[in-house]
């Protein structure tokens, strides 16, 4: 098997060629080829591969621990993204994708977030429904030097219901109840990867920066998110029915355009559970 990668841009992005559903298992070294490559461009897409959902999560074991917590579907390991209700209970909470997240800011317990995340579509919707994303190291990297040390110290506030709040502004009582019931996490803004990279940890769930004014931390948050997905930063994937798309969590922030509620759009989700904090 011969894997070819094109680059999409400088940002965030890549053409993965050269391989089908069954050589990802029994190729060894793909595996190794996924995970690099996705150190290196950060968002890896494979057009038309026609993943089953099985191969899907076997292959993901081949990149580390997967979450298997029920995902509304009979296969292990998958998770369903529909809006549809009689597919997905949960489907409420998916309209905060619509905005721009790192998967894994806000856990229940202490987890760490997603390594990465693989993502396949079943069906797509008619109009929007694409996925957007962005590299937050080169965001890092884009700094200036003064700007590296004023963000060094600076920590965060996380929450599930800053993200919820962008979608829905005036919450029942029964709605805030349950966002508050999920846990507020710290972060460092910029996070410090043991692989010696910086990036830096932004997105919906940022509630406010600790011991800065309300105002200027919201500034300055929304600043920061500005910069890390300015147009020409951005990789914006539209699907097609069978394409598979994985990407680094650690690195990337992502977001779905808005689509219809009762879309027929549906993707079948893997998670690689994550092996660092933010730190």
């Given at each position: 098997?011969?894997?070819?990668?094109?680059?999409?841009?400088?940002?965030?992005?890549?053409?993965?060629?050269?391989?089908?559903?069954?050589?990802?298992?029994?190729?060894?070294?793909?595996?190794?080829?996924?995970?690099?490559?996705?150190?290196?461009?950060?968002?890896?897409?494979?057009?038309?591969?026609?993943?089953?959902?099985?191969?899907?999560?076997?292959?993901?074991?081949?990149?580390?621990?997967?979450?298997?917590?029920?995902?509304?579907?009979?296969?292990?390991?998958?998770?369903?993204?529909?809006?549809?209700?009689?597919?997905?209970?949960?489907?409420?909470?998916?309209?905060?994708?619509?905005?721009?997240?790192?998967?894994?800011?806000?856990?229940?317990?202490?987890?760490?977030?997603?390594?990465?995340?693989?993502?396949?579509?079943?069906?797509?919707?008619?109009?929007?429904?694409?996925?957007?994303?962005?590299?937050?190291?080169?965001?890092?990297?884009?700094?200036?030097?003064?700007?590296?040390?004023?963000?060094?110290?600076?920590?965060?506030?996380?929450?599930?219901?800053?993200?919820?709040?962008?979608?829905?502004?005036?919450?029942?009582?029964?709605?805030?109840a349950a966002w508050r019931g999920r846990p507020s996490k710290e972060h460092p803004l910029v996070w410090s990867h043991k692989s010696g990279r910086r990036?830096?940890?932004?997105?919906?769930?940022?509630?406010?920066?600790?011991?800065?004014?309300?105002?200027?931390?919201?500034?300055?948050?929304d600043d920061l998110l500005r910069r890390c997905t300015a147009p020409d930063r951005v990789y914006r994937h539209e699907w097609s029915v069978g394409d598979?798309?994985?990407?680094?969590?650690?690195?990337?922030?992502?977001?779905?355009?808005?689509?219809?509620?009762?879309?027929?759009?549906?993707?079948?989700?893997?998670?690689?559970?994550?092996?660092?904090?933010?730190?």
């Amino acid at each position: 098997m011969t894997i070819t990668i094109d680059r999409f841009s400088e940002g965030v992005g890549a053409a993965v060629t050269g391989v089908d559903r069954a050589q990802l298992l029994a190729d060894h070294a793909a595996a190794a080829t996924v995970l690099a490559a996705l150190e290196e461009y950060g968002v890896l897409v494979f057009r038309g591969l026609h993943l089953d959902p099985e191969t899907q999560v076997a292959f993901c074991r081949k990149l580390g621990e997967i979450d298997t917590e029920p995902g509304h579907h009979p296969v292990e390991g998958i998770y369903r993204v529909s809006l549809d209700t009689t597919k997905n209970s949960s489907a409420n909470y998916l309209r905060a994708t619509f905005d721009w997240h790192i998967d894994g800011c806000t856990p229940q317990d202490d987890a760490y977030p997603q390594m990465a995340t693989m993502l396949s579509a079943k069906a797509v919707a008619a109009t929007g429904g694409e996925t957007e994303f962005a590299s937050t190291y080169k965001a890092y990297d884009d700094l200036t030097e003064s700007e590296r040390t004023r963000l060094a110290s600076l920590r965060v506030v996380h929450s599930l219901e800053a993200s919820q709040r962008l979608v829905t502004a005036e919450p029942t009582p029964e709605q805030l109840a349950a966002w508050r019931g999920r846990p507020s996490k710290e972060h460092p803004l910029v996070w410090s990867h043991k692989s010696g990279r910086r990036s830096l940890v932004l997105g919906a769930s940022t509630d406010h920066v600790v011991g800065m004014d309300p105002g200027e931390s919201r500034a300055l948050l929304d600043d920061l998110l500005r910069r890390c997905t300015a147009p020409d930063r951005v990789y914006r994937h539209e699907w097609s029915v069978g394409d598979t798309v994985i990407w680094d969590n650690r690195g990337v922030i992502h977001r779905a355009a808005p689509y219809a509620a009762n879309s027929p759009r549906e993707m079948l989700r893997t998670t690689v559970l994550g092996d660092e904090p933010i730190r």
